[in-house]
Nanobody, 121 residues
Framework: QVQLVESGGGLVQAGGSLRLSCAASGRIFSINAMGWYRQAPGKERELVARIISRGSADYADSVKGRFTISRDYAKNTVFLQMNSLRSEDTAVYYC???????????????WGQGTQVTVSS
């Protein structure tokens, strides 16, 4: 059984910063990728940022230069540093991970429960 637990969301004023954390725990053999998605009310879930391998990261155009994704490989944890927040960044942020639970098995995607980020203007 695998769990992804997010933390760090909250209410912040426009221009402020927040740091999200997501820790993966349980039966984990290896993690291929970890990332963050978000979903605003009435909108589809969208990719914010992801790390596919060491040093390789992708960002949505809307967050480039403002958000930074990083991983602690030893602790199976991914972080999202969000600076210069805007009202349009308001959403529920979800962590996800593509991982294997045992050697030789297929990898699957797992999701966290989400954490609310609200940016007031």
């Amino acid at each position: 059984q695998v769990q992804l637990v997010e933390s760090g969301g909250g209410l912040v004023q426009a221009g402020g910063s927040l740091r999200l954390s997501c820790a993966a725990s349980g039966r984990i053999f290896s993690i291929n990728a970890m990332g963050w998605y978000r979903q605003a009310p009435g909108k589809e879930r969208e990719l914010v940022a992801r790390i596919i391998s060491r040093g390789s990261a992708d960002y949505a155009d809307s967050v480039k230069g403002r958000f930074t994704i990083s991983r602690d490989y030893a602790k199976n944890t991914v972080f999202l540093q969000m600076n210069s927040l805007r009202s349009e960044d308001t959403a529920v942020y979800y962590c996800n991970a593509n991982l294997r639970t045992a050697y030789g098995e297929d990898s699957y995607w797992y999701w966290g429960q989400g954490t609310q980020v609200t940016v007031s203007s």
